[in-house]
């Protein structure tokens, strides 16, 4: 299944940090790329193509796209759309199992701040999702999430042309470096 | 079971919004408190309790504590010892069943930048544990590992004395505010 992240109300520099974990945990997680809508930073599109270059895969980040534009292009070709949000319904098994069924290519959508109110409409989100009712982070939503319906993708996910690669270990380092 | 979050290496104050991030995670998905290791930090100490406040229960953060004392105080206790990193074993289904037979509390040790070489020694971390082997978050690797060890507890978890409770809606925001 296709997923790509709509991250929201990036804030430079106060949100940089945050929003890159969002950007990674995206990445490590099964999502294709991110849009990082209204905003145009050079800084995070920056760090995480070094990330890519170094640890392969083709997940790609593209900001200061404004997020109407985004989200009426996406479904416009038939995609989903899921706004995770501490107010939705829980994400429970068979929440998730619903949205696998309508097998079509999902945009996930997170705030940093609080959202524009038509987030919450049949307009803009076809799912207003919670990761539990208690406030937390956008970052172990996303994770959650995208495990949920990528089946923990996360666990067995290979990324071409990486040059580096973690041989697991119960203890220490193992890092293999690829020569290029 | 029981679970505690040992956060290391926090700077102040690039690593605040990231650390109350696992702070409220750890809270959320189930842990009963945070100790944020060597650095006294009363700002993180006040944003995390006036959540509390608010949202109820009575997770806690302690700062200032060294992590060898911790995790050596945790360790005499009989208590178990979890080190997340990406050069761990992978969080499989097996591994998670694995630490949940153990019955011992739980302390789940998170860096926020290169930890010291000795976490990844027995004498301090009983297991090194990944979540997937890629660059990603210590946020998400906290939330997914909680999730599994604490079978998604997050979704059912109630906590006592709350002031404000969210009631999940299919569109929209609704939240009930307890007087007192």
């Known amino acids: ?37 209204d905003v145009e930073d050079e800084a995070v599109e920056r760090s995480i193509r070094q990330v ?26 038939g995609g989903l759309t899921v706004h995770l949000t501490v107010y939705g319904l829980p994400l429970t098994r068979e929440l998730a199992e619903k949205i696998k069924r309508e097998n079509r290519p999902v945009m996930v959508m997170v705030g940093s701040q609080k959202v524009p109110r038509e987030f919450f409409s049949p307009k803009v989100s076809d799912y207003n999702v919670a990761v539990g009712g208690q406030p937390h982070s956008e970052v172990s939503s996303l994770a959650i999430f995208l495990d949920r319906i990528l089946d923990e993708a996360w666990l067995t996910l290979k990324f071409d042309d990486a040059k580096l690669r973690v041989v697991p270990q119960e203890r220490g380092k193992k890092v293999l470096r690829v020569k290029v």
């Open 1 to 37: 299944m296709r997923v790509v992240v709509l991250r929201w109300g990036h804030r430079i520099p106060r949100d940089r940090r945050v929003t890159t974990h969002v950007a990674l945990t995206a990445r490590a997680f099964g999502a294709e790329g991110m849009i990082l809508a």
């Open 52 to 77: 890519t270059r170094l640890w392969g895969g083709s997940f790609w980040v593209k900001s200061g796209i404004p997020w109407r534009e985004a989200v009426r292009e996406w479904r416009s070709m």
